[in-house]
């Protein structure tokens, strides 16, 4: 597992973009609760892989991309305020389509274990930051 190392300059961009996009929205609208999201979202979901993922070299940070856009997904769906379903809604609009990473593929080289770990943790972050009265200054 490797999460800072990518296969190619593709690979790299094809992360960094909705790390930057997801990030952003995390830290701009759930400020007190980015930093825990952010690093339990990068480090459980390397934790699960590592123990129960296929023996494979599994690089690039997929798995923190899914968990976040998937923290956000489900955190509108959980609260259901108006500011956080619209803010479901924009990753949906612009990510929704990751759902289809956490299917294992033909070809056996994408890491669908790191994809399914990223959605698991961050269902599980937004559901257990659900339960808090106060997720942002605003």
């Known amino acids: 597992m490797a999460p800072l ?25 759930y400020d007190r609760i980015a930093d825990m999201v952010w690093i339990n979202c990068y480090l459980l979901t390397n934790v699960i892989v590592w123990i129960f993922g296929r023996p494979y070299f599994h690089i690039g940070s997929s798995g923190l991309v899914y968990g976040l856009a998937v923290f956000l997904i489900c955190l509108g769906l959980f609260r259901a305020s108006i500011k956080s379903i619209l803010i479901s809604i924009a990753v949906i609009l612009t990510y929704g389509s990751i759902i289809y990473g956490i299917i294992p593929s033909a070809s056996g080289r994408v890491s669908w274990e790191s994809h399914l770990a ?19 200054r605003y």
Request: hydrophobic share 50%; proline share 5%.
């Open 5 to 29: 190392i990518h296969g190619s300059l593709v690979h790299l961009l094809a992360n960094l973009l909705p790390l930057f996009f997801l990030g952003t929205c995390l830290y701009f609208f």
């Open 118 to 136: 990223g959605t698991c943790v961050g269902m599980f972050m937004a559901f257990f930051y659900s339960q808090k009265p106060k997720l942002s």
